[in-house]
């Protein structure tokens, strides 16, 4: 494998910066995830954003946020436009490079989902990674196919009678795995080495690659900017997120809680998410029980 999959943490990893002087908002977790990833893909890495947070916040005339070679791509391109300069390269004679995709969630399992599923069906030689932080926010913090059931938005605003998003989140970890991928991945801010963990095996995949990781959002939360990364870490102690992978066929399931943290103490936290009644928080925890009995049958469990 090379001395790429030498293992990276807070001790040995890069001072270099390749994300920064961004107009982000304060306690972005998207930002973080990207300042996280390219410290770890390194210098030698072409990345794609489509419209969304980090592109608005990281091309800023006639500033730009990036160090490395960054472009933007069409809200529903992202995998396609990353497909074509990955080939370009390889046509340059280019190998020491990684082409890497960063979308968020209604860019990935929404909008940017054909040009996703086209990509991996070709297993491209790409790694891409959703930052999700559960709604459209850039263009006002309306519902996407990742917010959770009960998450207020300007599109599931809640009332009296319906509260909040009706849906459950698309499982696009599991989606992409279905397609047969070389390797994917979830991860959260708030288990940072987890995330660096999976982007040192991406970097080493032959084939396509995707990472979802939970990205927590103040301004589209209703949350305190300092508490991006304790959020993050919450949402997978409550088991309403889970840290695993997928390769050569299978499910591995990285954290197994004992026990799970209260849901409703982290739930009350996001002013998106004040409105549930006991009802809804039940049925938050009815959900999460279920795939947590499925998890524990059917995968591996670490």
Not at 133 to 139: D, L, P, V
């Amino acid at each position: 494998m090379g001395n790429e999959t030498k293992k990276i943490n807070a001790r040995n990893i890069t001072d270099k910066e390749f994300f920064y002087g961004h107009k982000g908002c304060a306690g972005c977790g998207g930002s973080l995830a990207v300042r996280l990833a390219l410290k770890v893909l390194g210098e030698r890495t072409y990345t794609v954003l489509p419209a969304g947070c980090m592109s608005a916040v990281g091309f800023v005339y006639p500033q730009l946020c990036f160090s490395t070679n960054a472009m933007i791509s069409t809200f529903a391109g992202t995998a396609s436009m990353l497909s074509g300069i990955a080939a370009g390269a390889r046509a340059l004679g280019i190998k020491d490079f990684h082409a890497v995709g960063i979308a968020g969630d209604g860019g990935t399992a929404d909008i940017g989902i054909q040009a996703l599923s086209g990509a991996i069906d070709r297993n491209e030689q790409i790694i891409y990674i959703c930052y999700d932080n559960e709604a459209y926010m850039n263009t006002g913090i309306q519902k996407s196919g990742l917010t959770p059931f009960g998450a207020r938005t300007t599109t599931t605003p809640a009332g009296q009678n319906i509260h909040g998003s009706i849906t459950q989140k698309k499982n696009m970890f599991e989606i992409a795995a279905a397609h047969g991928i070389s390797y994917a991945a979830t991860a959260s801010i708030g288990y940072a080495q987890d995330f660096m963990n999976k982007l040192v095996k991406a970097k080493e995949v032959k084939g396509t690659s995707y990472i979802h990781v939970y990205a927590p959002c103040p301004t589209g939360w209703g949350t305190p900017e300092d508490i991006t990364v304790e959020l993050g870490k919450e949402v997978v102690d409550t088991g309403l997120w889970y840290l695993a992978e997928y390769e050569n066929g299978s499910f591995k399931l990285n954290k197994n809680p004992e026990e799970f943290l209260p849901v409703e103490e982290f739930l009350r936290k996001q002013g998106r998410f004040r409105h549930l009644d006991e009802k809804d928080i039940a049925q938050i925890i009815e959900s999460r029980d279920k795939k947590w009995e499925y998890i524990r049958k059917n995968w591996e469990v670490a």
